[in-house]
Structures are given as structure tokens and as C-alpha cells.
């Protein structure tokens, strides 16, 4: 075949003034092929200087996030926090901490939002909340046995004094799950359960006045108009009876996730039945977590239009992650398992088509991710060269540090084969940029909890958090008002050429990349394709079909060569292509 200049695709006009009774019962279940993109509220954009990002910054950047194509924004937690870990230990689910502004800063990013026709989703944080929520407090202060207590894990300690503690259970963060309180009188007391960091203490969802909180908290939400929520650790809710003690394998990421080839546990056409299912941790993945999200589910259908639940669930295999998304729980449930897949191509395929297999039997989508706020940016992973367990991340002592060059290329082309599956995709924010994990974060500017918690063992989750940036040739980059100079995390010296202005229009840029795949995805409605492989091709090539366009993309090193007859239209490639094949990490649409 011979390369034609593409036609430049329609870029799908954005409406101005949708009014948001527009967005609300289009009756299409728009969640099922939507690309939802991730905001990080405190990286995103600094209206006011203090180098956070806040609502009032996302509202100004609402028309680039248009431009862009996508369908929904999911915003990290915004909620009153003391910000042990950035906002996911909430202290007042009904309110907008300070440092990201006020409940009337989010009714207008939200008017703004629906007007420009993108649904707002989220984020709910419901297995811990701050050791500074109310309830916590209240809970401190009464007696061991009372109602107040029984709200969370509390439990005394093992021994004569009750100074060991209640079981083995350690921390996704590091050390113990555990932490011992301190009576009013001054001595010893009982012990309280923190899947994650001690200033985020477990609730306990077996008791109903839990539960009836959370149906307040999602009508508080849904009221303002959000159009769903994505629900943090929502495979943690539930512990197993009498919290027998538990060591997870070696290979488990410390979210409960291992590597993708453990977790598909599906052969196409096979459907696993509930005893092939792997063992599960006694605070992973419990059967009691559905009946919650049943609860949820009706509450949601209170409302009109059609709101949606999509589960932060680290469950394998993906046969098991599919009970999230029975007709009567949740729409989605991010894939994990995509997403720690390796850049190879069988293993892709037999991910992708597990994905799809699984989520079918209960009637779901599948859903595509590559990056958010707690994996090694793709732009950067996918050409590490040693293993890191999700949440490790990556600093300067690390083994196999990435090749930025190959990294960028494969993040280029892996982004164009999600973009183009059936199903719906999400995207987070720097990624269109081609962001990069930052590396050499000085040691005194790290936050993540993992760092300090595991005695700066493990670098944790900083480097794919740093704010984002917009303009070149300002000190953060356009990331906070003209003149200042705070970020909360160090930007790197040389993200300039990756700001966003500055890949506005140039034709090979990531970010026109990114527009462009998001145009043509809704052009060729992908989203609500089917998948079709192309046989015929080598093992280091994924090609499939999906609503009349061909993708192919060559994973291996042998440049392949692409159809002499057939598809000839190229629509997009993920780098330049000067002669009709194939490089090495390269991916092509072609009509
Ligand atoms: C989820 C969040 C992560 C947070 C953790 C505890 O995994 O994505 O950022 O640290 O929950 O809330
Ligand atoms: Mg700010």
C-alpha cells in the first residue's frame, strides 16, 4: 500500500450552551463507550497561587478538556481533608476543603461542565475516612463496646496487656495495619484497623448506620447534579469474619492486584466458574461488598438521567472483577489487569479478550486504562526494564529506570490501541501530553504516605503527580496564575516542549495525537464496536477491526509490513511513517 496524506477527521463539533437537561436521559447509557478523563484536582490548575490546584482552576480549563474530545471528567477527592494522603482521607464528605475552594466553586465548575457537554463523576471514599472526621472523634472519646466505636475496626489488642496487635495484617502503605489509641485517662487502649495510613481508620460497613450515611452522602451529591461517583478501594469494605491472620504472596501488588497473566484466568470462551477463583486476602474482595453497591445502585436509580457507580476494585481475575458490574451494582469497573499488562502483544490479546469475555457474561462493558494517580505514568512503564509492583514507583535509585524515548513511543501506541477498543476508556490527566514519570523528585519534596511509611523503601506515587503543565516559559508552566512560582510538587526544568500551548497545532504532538484519536474514535463510534481479530500476522503484532477501521500495531522490533490491498485511508499513526511499514512500537488506523 502506499502512505496518502490522511484528510484531517472531523473534529466533533463542541455545543456552547448545551443546557444540562440535555445530558440527562439521552437513553444511549453513555458510561458504556464514554472516555472519561481523570482530573487530579491538587495537579491540575492553580487559580490562586498557594501551588495547589483548585475548582476555580479546573472551571478555566473546562474549554480545553472540550477541545480535547472527551465525554466526562472524574475528579480525585475535593472533600475537607487534612491531606495525609492527598485528599483520600476524608473529614467531611458534604463540603470542599479550603485549599481547593468552596460547594458554590463546585456548582459552577459542574454548571460549566454540563454546558459544555461533559458529565461530572466523583470521587468517593468510603472504606476509611480521616482520623479527623466527626465520627472518628466521637468515637475516640467513647467507651470500647459503644455505638460510636463500633462505626470503625475497632478491637483490643492480644496478650496479657493487650499490647500485641489484633492479628499480621500489614499496611498497602507499609508497617502494620494497626494502631493503638490512647484512653481519655492516659493508658493504653484499644487498637483501630487502617487498610491504608494510621490517619485512615477502616469503617465498619457491617453496621446498617454506616451504610445509611453513605446513602445520605451520595443523595448530597446527586442533588447538586453529579452524573456518578468512582468508588475508591471498593474491594476493601468488607473483612472476613474474625480477621484470621493473612501473608500475601510475594508477587501481590499492594493493592491486591499480581501480574496480568495471573489475573485474566480466563481461556476465550471459557468462563471460569467462582471455585477456579485465586485465594482471597481476608480484607480483599469480600462476598458482603456487593450487597453494599446493591444499595448504592438503587439509591442512584432515584434520580433521573443516568447516573453511573465504577469501582476502584483491584480483583483478579477479571471473571471475579465482573461481580462489580452485575445489572443490579455498578456500570464499570476499572480494568487493572489491561492495564498491568506488559508490552507484548500476546499477552494483550489474551488480556483484551479475556476483558471482554468476562464483562459479557454479566452484560457490562469492558472498560481501558493505562494510567492515573497511583501507577508509574505508561509513558514511562512501558519501557521499564525490571519488575515494580503497583504503588513502588519509580525514583532515581531504581532498577531498570525507562528510556524516555522508547517509553514515549510505546505510550503513543498503546494509547492508540485503547483508544480504539469497544468499550469505554479512561484517561489521566498529562497523559495527552505524553507526560513522563518524574524520576528525580528531590527526596525532601516527597508526600506519598508509602515513602515515609516504608522508611523511603519504596518511592510510591509522587512522580506521576506533579502538576501539569500548560504554557512554556513561565515558572510552572502556566499550572498556576501569571507570576507565581509554588507547585506543591517540583515541576522539572524542561517540560516546555511538553506544555500544552506548545503542542497546540503541531501536527506530530502528542496532544493532536490524542485529539485526533478521540475524534475518530466517536467519528467511527468505536466505543460501541465489536472486535474483530485479523489473523495472519506475526506474535509481536495486535491487528483487529472494529466498525470498519483496521488497527495494527507492532509490539516487536521487525517492522511489519502493512495490507497490500484492503484498507488503504490511513486515519491516524502513532508516529510519523515514511515507507509502508511498520516500526518497531508503532501503531496505525487505516479505513
Ligand atoms: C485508592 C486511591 C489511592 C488512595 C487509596 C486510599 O487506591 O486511588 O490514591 O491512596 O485508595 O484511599
Ligand atoms: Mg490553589
Not at 477463583?277 to 480484607?283: S, V
Not at 490527566?429 to 523503601?457: C, K, M, N, Y
Not at 508552566?477 to 512560582?485: E, I, N, W
Not at 483487529?544 to 483496521?550: A, K, L, S, W, Y
Amino acid at each position: 500500500m502506499t502512505i496518502e496524506t490522511s484528510p484531517d477527521p472531523e473534529t466533533p463539533e463542541v455545543p456552547e450552551t448545551e443546557a444540562v437537561s440535555t445530558l440527562i436521559g439521552t437513553g444511549g447509557e453513555w458510561w458504556r463507550s464514554a472516555v472519561i478523563y481523570q482530573i487530579y484536582p491538587r495537579s491540575f490548575s492553580d487559580s490562586d497561587g498557594d501551588g495547589i490546584g483548585d475548582l476555580p482552576g479546573i472551571t478555566t480549563r473546562l474549554d480545553s478538556l472540550a477541545e480535547l474530545g472527551i465525554d466526562a471528567i472524574w475528579l480525585s477527592p475535593f472533600m475537607t481533608s487534612p491531606q495525609h494522603d492527598a485528599g483520600y482521607d476524608v473529614a467531611d464528605y458534604c463540603d470542599v476543603d479550603p485549599i481547593f475552594g468552596t460547594l458554590a466553586d463546585f456548582d459552577l465548575m459542574l454548571e460549566k461542565a454540563h454546558a459544555l457537554g461533559i458529565r461530572v463523576i466523583v470521587d468517593l471514599v468510603p472504606n476509611h475516612t480521616s482520623w479527623d472526621h466527626a465520627w472518628f472523634k466521637e468515637a475516640l472519646a467513647a467507651a470500647p463496646g459503644s455505638p460510636e466505636r463500633d462505626r470503625y475496626m475497632f478491637r483490643d489488642g492480644k496478650g496479657p496487656n493487650g499490647d500485641e496487635m489484633p492479628n499480621n495484617w500489614e499496611s498497602v502503605f507499609g508497617g502494620p495495619m494497626w494502631e493503638r489509641v490512647t484512653n481519655p485517662d492516659g493508658t493504653p487502649g484499644q487498637w483501630y484497623l487502617h487498610i491504608f495510613d494510621k490517619s485512615q481508620p477502616d469503617l465498619n460497613w457491617e453496621n446498617p448506620w454506616v451504610r445509611e450515611r453513605f446513602h445520605d452522602i451520595l443523595r448530597f451529591w446527586l442533588d447538586r447534579g453529579v452524573d456518578g461517583f468512582r468508588v475508591d478501594v471498593a474491594h476493601g469494605m468488607i473483612k472476613e469474619a474474625g480477621l484470621p491472620d493473612y501473608t500475601p504472596p510475594a508477587d501481590a501488588g499492594s493493592m491486591g492486584g499480581g501480574t496480568a497473566d495471573a489475573l485474566v484466568g480466563l481461556e476465550p470462551g471459557i468462563d471460569a466458574d467462582a471455585s477456579a477463583d485465586p485465594p482471597t486476602p481476608p480484607y480483599w474482595a469480600q462476598d458482603g461488598v456487593h450487597d453494599i453497591f446493591r444499595g448504592w445502585h438503587s439509591v442512584l436509580e432515584e434520580y433521573e438521567g443516568e447516573r453511573v457507580l465504577c469501582a476502584e476494585a483491584w480483583v483478579e481475575p477479571l471473571t471475579k472483577l465482573a461481580r462489580w458490574v452485575r445489572p443490579d451494582e455498578m456500570q464499570q469497573a476499572f480494568n487493572f489487569t489491561y492495564l498491568s499488562a506488559g508490552w507484548d502483544a500476546a499477552e494483550l490479546r489474551t488480556v483484551i479478550d479475556g476483558s471482554i469475555a468476562a464483562f459479557a457474561t454479566v452484560g457490562a462493558p469492558s472498560t481501558w486504562v493505562l494510567s492515573n494517580h497511583d501507577v508509574v505514568r505508561h509513558a514511562s512503564r512501558l519501557a521499564l526494564e525490571a519488575e515494580n509492583l503497583q504503588g513502588a514507583g519509580i525514583g532515581p535509585n531504581s532498577p531498570g529506570l525507562p528510556d524516555p524515548v522508547v517509553g514515549l513511543r510505546r505510550a503513543r501506541a498503546a494509547t492508540s490501541i485503547m483508544l480504539a477498543l469497544p468499550g469505554s476508556a479512561y484517561v489521566y490527566q498529562g497523559e495527552e501530553l505524553g507526560l513522563p514519570e518524574v524520576i528525580d523528585l528531590p527526596d525532601s519534596a516527597r508526600q506519598d504516605p508509602t515513602w515515609f511509611r516504608t522508611d523511603h523503601e519504596k518511592y510510591g506515587r509522587d512522580g506521576c503527580r506533579v502538576p501539569i503543565p500548560w504554557e512554556a516559559g513561565s515558572p510552572t508552566y502556566g499550572f498556576g496564575p501569571a507570576g507565581s512560582t509554588a507547585s506543591w510538587l517540583p515541576q522539572p526544568g524542561d517540560w516546555d516542549e511538553l506544555a500544552r500551548a506548545s503542542q497546540e497545532g503541531v501536527a506530530d504532538s502528542t496532544l493532536e495525537l490524542y485529539k485526533r484519536a478521540l475524534a475518530l474514535r466517536s467519528l467511527h463510534g468505536l466505543g460501541t464496536g465489536t472486535l474483530e481479530w485479523i489473523p495472519g500476522y506475526g506474535p509481536e503484532v495486535i491487528a483487529f477491526r472494529n466498525n470498519g477501521v483496521t488497527v495494527i500495531a507492532n509490539l516487536g522490533q521487525t517492522p511489519v509490513e502493512l495490507p497490500a490491498e484492503g484498507p488503504g485511508e490511513v486515519l491516524l499513526t502513532s508516529e510519523p511513517l515514511n515507507e509502508p511499514a511498520l516500526p518497531a512500537d508503532t501503531a496505525i488506523w487505516l479505513l
